[in-house]
């Protein structure tokens, strides 16, 4: 028995349920009638049981009425006499075994909607099959050899009847579902929607579908006005109304003809399943959608690997061997896990694309807490949400803090106390620093200088600076403000050379990641993927590479193990890149992974080397000397330094420089504390008189500007 609480959960789900279902159109007032009536919480199923009830007693009348329909043409053929009752008890029986079948054969388990040619065979079987016991009865009734071809004329009409009528209400059901919107709307959506004019390019198949939703569904934003078929298809004229206007190296004059029409197209939508259309024919297209000002849109990836066939490469998943031509660095966990394991770590810049990778890596070694700090809120929700889902046991603590602000630095490190900063915040694109030296100046070397105070103040343990290639003998504002950031770093690692509880100041330095924001390879990808050209700013031009897991793998292995091993101070640690790559080779071998020919398919244009940009990086700084090392695939160098107090101040003047938006003398001070450490002499002279390095013919103070 139901206690009351039983019955008033039923009726809340009941209503719960119906509330829903009514909202979508989905469930009929005679299932929500029945479910009410009998209880039942799942009210949809009456749905179903009232549709099959509904077709069949269709089929039934079908079946039925087609045959009393014969009656007037059987009397005058066949001599009925007594027969005529048992012959209408055979006809009803005709028609409920008729019924059986098809509902035995499953044939009411399809929508009707969805009706396809095996439907029909299979209906065409059945009542074939319940008609040819029906008439053979009637025949053993009647008893008269001589009306044996009367009765086979006969159910054969009537076969032909019932299977045309049955057919009938079945493709009736569903052209009404898809009656083309176009024809009623004239090219707009029924919500009031535009419908974009677009050409299909690719095989008939995949074209037809593409019309068929389109024409079916009201939403759809789509309207095709022609269609591009491969050669393989043959000729084809129309598919469902729309023209085939010949074949995908036709687009300029089937876009020249729908202009004509009044119909230019706005997108051509490419099937780029890598199964009827080859990357080079693909590049092609894109490349005459280009020309006729004429966006692509690209579909079809999906489907080709549902069905296991070898698809366009995915560019973000090569390997270094794949691009770079080397192997991989290799990253040994014991001397991280010990360092890391159990301890409070916090990196700067977590939400860009090394600090982000440092965090998925840190996560592995099960530290006590990890903290993201960064500036960016988008940033920083996308690294939490996706360190939740992969590591939902990790402590975290997000902070949305700017570096530039000593004030919230010191906060956060008040907060947490972490025992080891990885420092990942940074402006990184050469020509927006080159454009902006002040901001440039305020993140990576004002920033990195409160960053390296708050350890020293809160005594974490290490502070890991990540630097670049481009602070090596730099040209550029990039490069300069990282290169004063390792200095800064190197002079607080120094003055800990007689203590050794002072925190430790390391400095990894490496190359271009690839897939970093900003970075060549997304760009070439993005460019490819387009049609091309490949923009390369230099026909020289060389950089060192990287993956991103390398560059963190770098970051973790040598910090790491500088703890571990008490390395000399004042030291940089620069990873074992191998030969610097070409810029121009790299685009090549990415057009030719992805099944192209440089310069044949794909264009390679040059576009002049970039503000701040050099034509080749080093590793090593001409003040700089290579020292052995006992890690692994990693090169330490050690340069002079610059005296704590000097830089110190100098950064002070560079502060009151970039608050008052002085450009041009940042520059100068900036540029001028890179070129200190290579020269022992014009460095002594420097330590003895500091006010010389400020009052310098070179730069003017704020005061005297």
Same mark, same amino acid.
């Given at each position: 028995m139901n206690t009351p609480a039983d019955d008033t959960g039923a009726v809340r789900a009941t209503a719960d349920l119906d509330a829903k279902v009514d909202r979508s159109g989905r469930l009929t007032r005679w299932s929500r009638l029945f479910a009410d009536t009998f209880g039942i919480v799942p009210a949809f199923m009456w749905r179903k049981v009232i549709r099959l009830a509904g077709v069949m007693t269709l089929d039934f009348v079908a079946v039925a009425g087609t045959f009393f329909l014969l009656l007037p043409f059987v009397q005058p053929r066949v001599t009925l006499g007594g027969v005529l009752d048992t012959l209408t008890l055979l006809t009803l029986s005709?028609?409920?075994?008729?019924?059986?079948?098809?509902?035995?054969?499953?044939?009411?388990?399809?929508?009707?909607?969805f009706t396809s040619l095996a439907d029909c065979i299979a209906m065409g079987f059945n009542i074939g099959f319940a008609l040819a016991i029906t008439w053979s009865a009637i025949w053993w009734s009647i008893g008269s050899p001589r009306s044996l071809g009367d009765i086979a004329l006969l159910g054969l009409l009537h076969f032909c009847l019932c299977f045309l009528t049955m057919q009938v209400m079945r493709l009736s059901r569903r052209a009404i579902r898809y009656l083309p919107i176009t024809n009623i709307t004239g090219g707009r959506a029924s919500d009031g929607i535009e419908r974009k004019n677009v050409i299909l390019v690719g095989p008939a198949n995949w074209a037809e579908s593409i019309i068929k939703f389109s024409n079916s569904e009201a939403g759809a934003a789509v309207n095709p006005v022609a269609v591009l078929?491969?050669?393989?298809?043959?000729?084809?004229?129309?598919?469902?109304?729309?023209?085939?206007?010949?074949?995908?190296?036709?687009?300029?004059?089937?876009?020249?003809?729908?202009?004509?029409?009044?119909?230019?197209?706005?997108?051509?939508?490419?099937?780029?399943? @890598?199964?009827?259309?080859?990357?080079?024919?693909?590049?092609?297209?894109? *490349?005459?959608?280009?020309?006729?000002?004429?966006?692509?849109?690209?579909?079809?990836?999906?489907?080709?690997?549902?069905?296991?066939?070898?698809? @366009?490469?995915?560019?973000?998943?090569?390997?270094?061997?794949?691009?770079?031509?080397?192997?991989?660095?290799?990253?040994?966990?014991?001397?991280?896990?010990?360092?890391?394991? *159990?301890?409070?770590?916090?990196?700067?810049?977590?939400?860009?694309?090394?600090?982000?990778?440092?965090?998925?890596?840190?996560?592995?070694?099960?530290?006590?807490?990890?903290?993201?700090?960064?500036?960016?809120?988008? *940033?920083?929700?996308?690294?939490?949400?996706?360190?939740?889902?992969?590591?939902?046991?990790?402590?975290? @603590?997000?902070?949305l803090c700017n570096i530039r602000n000593p004030i919230e630095v010191r906060r956060v490190f008040e907060r947490h106390r972490p025992a080891i900063v990885y420092h990942a915040a940074a402006l990184k694109h050469v020509p927006i620093v080159e454009g902006n030296p002040c901001a440039g100046v305020h993140t990576n070397v004002i920033g990195t200088k409160n960053v390296a105070d708050a350890v020293t103040e809160y005594s974490a343990r290490a502070m890991v600076q990540v630097s670049t290639d481009k602070a090596v003998n730099p040209v550029g504002m990039m490069g300069a403000t990282k290169r004063v950031g390792e200095l800064y770093a190197q002079s607080l690692d120094l003055c800990g050379i007689d203590d050794p509880d002072a925190p430790r100041f390391m400095t990894v330095r490496f190359g271009n990641v690839l897939g970093s924001s900003g970075s060549v390879v997304p760009l070439f990808k993005q460019q490819l993927l387009a049609g091309g050209p490949l923009t390369v700013t230099h026909p020289d031009i060389e950089r060192f590479f990287m993956t991103v897991a390398e560059a963190v793998q770098l970051i973790l292995e040598s910090s790491s193990r500088a703890l571990q091993q008490e390395t000399p101070r004042g030291r940089i640690m620069v990873l074992d890149m191998g030969e610097p790559v070409k810029i121009v080779d790299l685009a090549k071998r990415m057009i030719r992974i992805y099944g192209l020919e440089p310069d044949v398919d794909v264009a390679i244009s040059f576009t002049g080397l970039r503000p701040g940009e050099k034509l080749f990086e080093e590793l090593f700084d001409s003040c700089e000397e290579q020292d052995a090392s006992d890690i692994p695939g990693i090169f330490e160098a050690s340069s002079n330094p610059i005296p704590l107090p000097f830089i110190t101040r100098a950064i002070e003047q560079l502060s009151l420089e970039v608050e008052a938006g002085n450009d041009s003398n940042v520059r100068r001070i900036t540029h001028h504390l890179t070129t200190l450490p290579s020269s022992s002499e014009s460095l002594a002279g420097y330590v003895t008189s500091s006010d010389a390095f400020f009052r310098s013919r070179r730069f003017k103070s704020v005061e005297e500007a």
């Open positions: 005709a028609s409920a075994l008729t019924v059986a079948l098809l509902y035995l054969s499953g044939l009411y388990r399809r929508s009707w909607r078929l491969p050669e393989a298809d043959g000729p084809i004229v129309q598919i469902h109304g729309v023209q085939v206007l010949g074949f995908p190296e036709n687009l300029p004059t089937a876009v020249a003809i729908l202009e004509q029409r009044g119909r230019r197209p706005e997108t051509v939508v490419l099937c780029d399943d @890598a199964v009827n259309m080859s990357a080079r024919e693909i590049a092609a297209v894109t *490349g005459r959608a280009r020309d006729l000002g004429i966006s692509v849109s690209r579909v079809g990836d999906d489907w080709g690997q549902l069905l296991g066939r070898d698809t @366009a490469p995915d560019l973000d998943k090569l390997s270094t061997a794949d691009l770079l031509g080397r192997r991989e660095f290799e990253l040994r966990e014991a001397a991280i896990s010990q360092q890391i394991a *159990g301890e409070p770590v916090l990196v700067t810049g977590a939400g860009g694309t090394i600090g982000g990778e440092l965090v998925r890596q840190l996560a592995g070694f099960k530290p006590s807490k990890i903290v993201l700090l960064d500036h960016s809120e988008y *940033g920083l929700y996308n690294i939490e949400k996706k360190i939740r889902e992969d590591f939902p046991e990790q402590n975290l @603590a997000i902070e």
